[in-house]
């Protein structure tokens, strides 16, 4: 069984005179009163008492007492605890009678139960680390966090890089009449020249044609010529009679050849090379959109790979807070904070927090079964109630202050002492036993 504070006596400090209780095993125990009469006092006498000097008050002795303070508690394993003395000199008794002192209280007595404000107004990840811490897997989770951080960092790249290059593809112009490749001016140009080739040909035959018949027509003049001196010139004009004739074959030809020959038009091959550059910019353009489209389609489909990646790394990472033992149902950590419910600890009512860290310190020291807390007039009866009841069923004890001098407190401290009133917070089951003071006597 945890470790319960049985009863407590205190005088001379702080601002208690003098002050005898006894909490409740279980569930919540208030003390109560108007500020500055010795509340957190109490709290601060048990903390110092059970804790040791690190929790020791800055000013232990009340103002104008004349004796020196003098704190006793007894605990539920029979354990005594006295400080008493000039210097509050440390006493601790076991059940056999044997005397000790601080290291066997630092056994089952938690720091932070003593100062549970302490871990409430901790950071987010000071909260989270000391879970983790509790239930072991802190580097394990913390590995994974980082895996999924990565991931969704690549993702969150990677979806603004897809939505950019669609923006950028819906965007550019395209021309569905262009053909799907750019066209080779170079290719056109030799088709052309390989024409105009051709076409010279043609037109060097046809020179040839011409100087064939200027040839000719020379000729029949001088032929003309030797007509009247054809006896003198027999023999010249014989020779050339014959060449006239083979000229008149070569001319036969060369008519029937050119008869045959038609030029090619490169008409159309000179209006495709005029328009090359107006049809390779649209080609251009839709290889570019198509591009553009490709990967925005590409970068999308990285994104949908990496969404699966980090579902599956926080599945990964769920399946590994699920099989931990944890403090309380449904008490995690999210992005290195701490989530109760869903919910970081800043969106936590009053009662979950309270639950949340009394669950947490608990667990940091199973054998230390109380806490005190300071300052619950915040909470309404209802969150009292209910906090109350939780730690009932857990079997929690706790003690704790609250400006008030109603009937919830069932301790009221007045001027350093301890009020005749008393009554009792439902529902808790055990109502705690009002003691009149008698000087170094439970």
């Not at 969704?152 to 819906?170: I, P, S």
């Not at 209006?271 to 590409?298: G, H, M, T």
Request: proline content about 4%.
């Amino acid at each position: 069984m945890s470790v319960k504070i049985t009863a407590l006596e205190a005088e001379n400090v702080k601002r208690i005179k003098a002050v005898a209780l006894t909490p409740s095993p279980t569930g919540l125990t208030i003390v109560g009163g108007n500020n500055n009469q010795g509340k957190t006092s109490v709290l601060d006498a048990l903390a110092w008492a059970l804790g040791g000097d690190r929790f020791r008050p800055d000013a232990a002795q009340r103002d104008g007492a004349v004796a020196p303070a003098h704190l006793k508690v007894k605990l539920s394993n029979g354990v005594v605890v006295e400080r008493k003395g000039k210097n509050a000199s440390l006493t601790v008794t076991d059940p056999t009678g044997r005397r000790s002192g601080q290291q066997l209280l630092n056994a089952f007595v938690e720091p932070l139960a003593l100062d549970l404000p302490r871990f409430m107004e901790a950071s987010d990840k000071e909260k989270a680390d000391i879970l983790l811490r509790i239930i072991g897997i802190g580097t394990e989770l913390h590995t994974r966090d980082m895996e999924i951080k990565a991931l969704y960092d690549k993702r969150t790249f990677t979806g603004q890089l897809a939505q950019q290059k669609k923006h950028f593809a819906e965007e550019l112009i395209s021309y569905p009449d262009a053909p799907d490749e750019p066209v080779s001016a170079s290719d056109l140009i030799r088709q052309q020249q390989e024409i105009l080739a051709r076409n010279g040909e043609n037109q060097r035959k046809r020179n040839q044609l011409d100087k064939l018949i200027d040839e000719k027509n020379q000729l029949n003049f001088t032929l003309r010529d030797l007509d009247e001196k054809i006896e003198d010139l027999k023999e010249e004009y014989e020779q050339t009679q014959a060449k006239f004739t083979d000229l008149e074959k070569q001319i036969f030809q060369a008519r029937k050849s050119a008869a045959q020959l038609q030029d090619e038009s490169t008409a159309e091959l000179e209006a495709s090379i005029r328009d090359i550059e107006e049809i390779n910019q649209k080609v251009r353009a839709n290889l570019e959109k198509s591009r553009a489209e490709d990967e925005a389609a590409r970068y999308a489909s990285d994104y949908d790979k990496l969404t699966e990646a980090i579902t599956r790394k926080r599945a990964d990472r769920m399946a590994l807070l699920n099989g931990a033992d944890l403090p309380l149902p449904e008490l995690s950590v999210e992005d290195g904070a701490l989530t109760y419910k869903g919910k970081h600890w800043r969106d936590m009512s009053g009662s979950d927090q309270l639950r949340v860290a009394a669950a947490i310190v608990r667990r940091l020291n199973p054998d230390c079964g109380f806490v005190l807390l300071d300052k619950l007039e915040q909470m309404d009866m209802t969150t009292l109630q209910e906090f109350s009841a939780w730690l009932e069923a857990e079997h929690l004890q706790a003690i704790a202050t609250r400006v008030s001098t109603g009937s919830e407190c069932q301790i009221i401290i007045e001027d350093g002492m301890v009020k005749d009133a008393e009554t009792a917070l439902p529902p808790v089951t055990e109502k705690p036993q009002q003691k009149s003071w008698t000087k170094g006597a439970f």
